[in-house]
């Protein structure tokens, strides 16, 4: 008799490892769930910084590279150690049978195999034996080295079944038996089950050797990767934050030069060094920034020469201009002397040179505005009076309905004041019609001070809606048709300079009946009521500031 498959060099498996050694049960994969109390946490996460993604993804890429390393060596070093182990064991195991369990009668008692199986365990092999026999055909019996240890029940069913099944013998099978295995566990301990009989005859065999060793071992080795791990995660991080640093610094410095660059300060450039891709960024900034510099430098030479043209022209024209309106005012006198056919040519030539005077006095004050010389005097001023005065001087008061309070003091500038109201009355009775309602009151500001507003509403055709953002421009005429018309363009400008001057502002707007139609336009001046502070503030070396205009 002889132990079965023992010229082979391993036993066989009878079912699939069910991994003992492993750190914990998992949980079946799925979906991952956020409840809604956590939910808003993960949306305060967002990675908004640079730095942070490149930190987060060096992490993510350091974690991914060290557990699957750090799996595959505890992969590599489980077979490795458990192969060892259970050949070692199942090979001293078959040599035991074959030497010892296949010299015992086909019949053997109880004492037979329970010394026998001391016998094979006597060497301290690290494993206890069980021999199970028949005294009597059907009348198993049971002889182990340490029943306490090991029994029956601790042999798997289906490890019982295999090792009991008869093979047929064939060249590719020369025996009938074989020497199978299985890992099992039994109270949280690792244990490794093998099992034969003896060919010809004779009791079957089965080993049963703890591994909790080599569990102790191969946690100690998961624990060692798993700082290891944690290990290469924290020194990635250290990595990204000085590669994150290395590549931010350029940005950062690129972003302060563009910040710059945009405050107006266009001689900014970055020092450049090296041949990478942020050093060819920072000389295509430096290029981009030095032809902007020089379109702009040329752009302010153009409008610099521009308006000391208009300047020099406007003050050119005054002296011709000043003679031919004494010219044209003796003509006037004159007027009702003059022959029937010439005297329609002059009135023509009136109506044009006082056009004409009122255009160049408008450019004029355009170009203190642009130059920047255009001041405040300020004055103690009574609205109604101011818009009394205003309306009578121009002899409007017929065509003008004005809602005003007496007392209604402010400390504005009169003559620029008189030049907004001028150009916003006069602009809606000319396209407007009369009558025009002037109505003024007084509203909360910001920073708590008051502030004057006047609306002046006429009950004309209303203001296109294409036209309304570009009522304030500068020469913009509403009808393309009709682009000869006696203003000059420039007033409801000029209006806007001097409301801005004060520190206030124009708005434009439709007034809508109750039927749902344009019943008018609605121009609304708001200026602070004590322009004190803004003259100060101005006069600082800003655009406007105090004192005569020149």
Not at 123 to 147: C, F, H, N, T
Not at 382 to 406: F, G, N
Not at 431 to 447: I, M, Q
């Amino acid at each position: 008799m002889r132990a079965a498959a023992a010229g082979e060099g391993g036993g066989r498996a009878v079912l699939a490892d069910p991994d003992p050694h492993g750190a914990g049960r998992r949980l079946p994969a799925g979906r991952p769930c956020v409840t809604k109390g956590n939910r808003g946490v993960f949306a305060r996460l967002r990675l908004s910084s640079l730095r942070l993604r490149l930190v987060v993804v060096f992490a993510l890429v350091a974690l991914t590279a060290a557990v699957s390393a750090s799996g595959i060596a505890y992969w590599l070093n489980r077979e490795a150690v458990l192969k060892r182990t259970q050949d070692s064991a199942l090979n001293d195991f078959r040599q035991e049978m074959q030497n010892r369990a296949a010299t015992l009668p086909l019949r053997p008692t109880q004492e037979d195999l329970r010394r026998t199986s001391e016998e094979m365990t006597a060497g301290g092999p690290g494993y206890q034996v069980l021999l199970l026999g028949e005294r009597a055909a059907g009348k198993p019996i049971v002889g182990a080295s340490d029943p306490d240890v090991f029994t029956l029940a601790d042999v798997p069913v289906s490890l019982r079944e295999a090792v009991d099944t008869r093979r047929p013998v064939t060249d590719a099978n020369p025996y009938p038996y074989h020497l199978f295995w299985q890992r099992t566990e039994r109270g949280g301990t690792p244990y490794l089950v093998g099992g034969t009989r003896i060919d010809g005859g004779g009791p079957a065999g089965y080993m049963f050797k703890s591994l909790a060793a080599e569990k102790a071992d191969l946690n100690s080795l998961a624990w060692s990767l798993g700082i290891a791990t944690g290990l290469a995660v924290i020194g990635s991080v250290l990595m990204a934050q000085v590669a994150a640093s290395t590549v931010l610094r350029p940005v950062r410095r690129l972003g302060e030069a563009a910040r710059q660059l945009g405050e107006g300060k266009l001689d900014t450039r970055l020092r450049v060094t090296g041949a990478d891709e942020l050093s060819d960024l920072s000389r295509t900034f430096n290029s981009a920034a030095e032809n902007l510099q020089k379109k702009v430098a040329d752009m302010s030479a153009r409008e610099e020469s521009s308006r000391r043209f208009v300047a020099d022209m406007s003050h050119e024209l005054r002296t011709p201009l000043t003679a031919l309106t004494a010219v044209t005012e003796v003509l006037e006198d004159e007027q009702d002397s003059l022959d029937p056919m010439i005297a329609p040519a002059v009135a023509l030539v009136v109506s044009e040179t006082r056009r004409l005077n009122n255009l160049v006095e408008n450019l004029m004050e355009v170009t203190r505005f642009d130059a920047g010389t255009a001041r405040l005097v300020l004055d103690d001023v009574d609205i109604a009076d101011q818009i009394t005065a205003c309306i009578d001087a121009r002899a409007w008061l017929d065509a003008v309905d004005l809602d005003a309070e007496r007392g209604v003091m402010c400390r504005l500038d009169p003559r620029r004041l008189d030049v907004i109201l001028a150009n916003l009355i006069g602009n809606a009775l000319k396209h407007g019609g009369s009558p025009v309602r002037v109505s003024v009151r007084t509203e909360p500001g910001a920073d708590d001070e008051e502030e004057l507003v006047v609306a002046v509403r006429d009950h004309g055709p209303g203001i296109p809606e294409e036209v309304l953002p570009h009522v304030f421009d500068r020469f913009y005429k509403a009808s393309a048709q009709r682009p000869r018309s006696d203003g000059s363009g420039l007033g409801l400008s000029i209006a806007m300079e001097n409301a801005l001057i004060h520190g206030g502002t124009i708005t434009a707007d439709n007034s809508v009946g109750e039927d749902g139609a344009v019943d008018g336009a609605v121009f609304v001046l708001r200026l602070p009521r004590d322009a004190s502070a803004v003259a100060r503030a101005l006069g600082t070396g800003t655009r406007q500031g105090k004192g005569e205009d020149e």
